[in-house]
């Protein structure tokens, strides 16, 4: 897909056109594994995008409307992996965003800190298993062969 290959040609060149891309190509286009110019620019082209949205919508809104809204902003930025940002971003530039005030949207903030938090003691216990079992067969190598027969 050439918009996930060329995110940020595309925003530059045609921003005002992402904000009428229909809503199933906008997840498609954020949710797309091919999208390799970062989160942030998934995140940036998402509340671009909301924000169009709300305003195209009328500004008295009733439960029914606030609801649905709710579960837009939250279906649309449930798209980007905010796990995969640098923490500085998200400290700088995501947390503090209007958008992210939301209930849901602070649950995908604290989910990002959470796995950023955990993945350096993940990567250290997964090299020190690979390290242990490389270790337990070099044991294995050293050891004299033995057989052992067992009779009744």
């Not at 998402?46 to 195209?56: D, G, I, K, N, P």
Request: proline share 5%; glycine share 6%.
């Amino acid at each position: 897909m050439y918009v996930v290959a060329h995110l940020p040609r595309c925003w530059a060149t045609a921003k005002a056109h992402f904000a009428r891309l229909p809503q199933a190509l906008l997840l498609e286009i954020l949710s797309h594994d091919g999208l390799v110019h970062g989160e942030m620019m998934a995140f940036n082209a998402a509340v671009y995008w909301l924000e169009e949205w709300r305003r195209s919508r009328p500004v008295e809104q009733d439960e029914e409307e606030k609801e649905e809204e709710a579960r837009l902003v939250e279906m649309v930025l449930g798209q980007v992996r905010f796990p995969h940002m640098p923490a500085c971003l998200l400290v700088e530039e995501v947390e503090g965003h209007p958008i992210m005030q939301a209930e849901a949207c602070q649950r995908f903030v604290l989910e990002a800190y959470r796995y950023q938090a955990v993945l350096p003691q993940q990567q250290q216990y997964q090299q020190q298993q690979q390290e242990g079992g490389q270790q337990w067969r070099q044991l294995q190598l050293q050891l004299p062969q033995q057989e052992l027969v067992v009779g009744g």
